[in-house]
C-alpha cells in the first residue's frame, strides 16, 4: 500500500497571501489530521476530519481552514499568511481516527514565509 | 500540554539496546500509550503502542509498568539508522488526539 502522500514539499509565500496544502491518506483510511511543527512549539494539532466532517480542532487562529473531500483526500489553507507561520505542516492518516487506531504520517510539507 | 515527561537526549552504542524512558503519571485508564520517531524532520516514523500491556513488534518493544505511570521503549540491536528523536505519547481520551512533548534526542554511536 502506498503512504501518505503530501503536495507540495516545498513552498515559499510572502505575508499577506494564502496558500492550500494537499495530503492524500492511505487507501482506506478515513480520517485526517493535521500538525504544526516548528522549532520553538513542537508538533501542535490542527484539526482532524473524518468522513468530510471536521471532528477536532485545536487551539489555532480561524485563518487555518480545511476540509476533506469525498476520497478522504484532504487540504489545509491558510490565508494571511504571516512570518510565524513557516514551519513543517504534517498530515496523517487512520482508518477510523479512534484511540488504538494508528497515525501513519506524510513527509510533510515545508512552507517558508518571506 | 503534554501527559509525557522524557529525557532530552541519550548516547547508546551501536548493537547495544537502547532503553528509553516515559514517565505519565497522570494517564487515565483508557489512553494509550505511543511511541514515534521523527529522523531529520522527516514526518514522524509510528513504532508501536500498548495500553497496560507489554507490546513487540519488528521494531521494538514497549515495556509498561503495572501502575501505567512510566514505559520503556526498547530498540534490541541499535544501528547508526535508529538516531532520531523519539517522541513518547499519550493519546487523549477526550479527543483522540497525539499531544507531543519535546521527545528524547537519541544519538548511536559506532
Known amino acids: ?114 | 500540554d503534554a501527559k509525557t515527561t522524557q529525557p532530552p537526549s541519550m548516547d547508546c552504542a551501536e548493537g547495544r539496546a537502547a532503553n528509553l524512558p516515559c514517565n505519565h503519571s497522570t494517564i487515565s485508564g483508557n489512553e494509550y500509550v505511543y511511541w514515534y520517531r521523527q529522523i531529520h524532520s522527516q514526518g514522524p516514523q509510528y513504532i508501536i503502542h500498548g495500553l497496560k500491556n507489554n507490546e513487540t513488534n519488528e521494531m521494538a518493544s514497549l515495556i509498561i509498568t503495572e501502575d501505567r505511570k512510566s514505559s520503556t521503549l526498547i530498540l534490541p540491536h541499535a544501528t547508526l539508522r535508529d538516531t532520531a528523536v523519539y517522541y513518547c505519547i499519550v493519546r487523549v481520551s477526550s479527543n483522540y488526539q497525539l499531544i507531543w512533548g519535546a521527545g528524547t534526542k537519541l544519538i548511536i554511536k559506532p
Open chain 1, 1 to 114: 500500500k502506498a503512504g501518505v502522500t503530501q503536495t507540495p514539499r516545498y513552498l515559499i509565500k510572502t505575508r499577506g497571501q494564502q496558500v492550500t496544502l494537499s495530503c492524500s491518506p492511505i487507501s482506506g483510511h478515513r480520517s485526517v489530521s493535521w500538525y504544526q511543527q516548528t522549532p520553538g512549539q513542537g508538533l501542535q494539532f490542527l484539526f482532524e476530519y473524518f468522513s468530510e466532517t471536521q471532528r477536532n480542532k485545536g487551539n489555532f487562529p480561524g485563518r487555518f481552514s480545511g476540509r476533506q473531500f469525498s476520497n478522504s483526500r484532504s487540504e489545509m489553507n491558510v490565508s494571511t499568511l504571516e512570518l510565524g507561520d513557516s514551519a513543517l505542516y504534517l498530515c496523517a492518516s487512520s482508518i477510523t481516527g479512534g484511540i488504538a487506531d494508528t497515525q501513519y504520517f506524510g513527509p510533510g510539507t515545508r512552507l517558508t514565509v518571506l
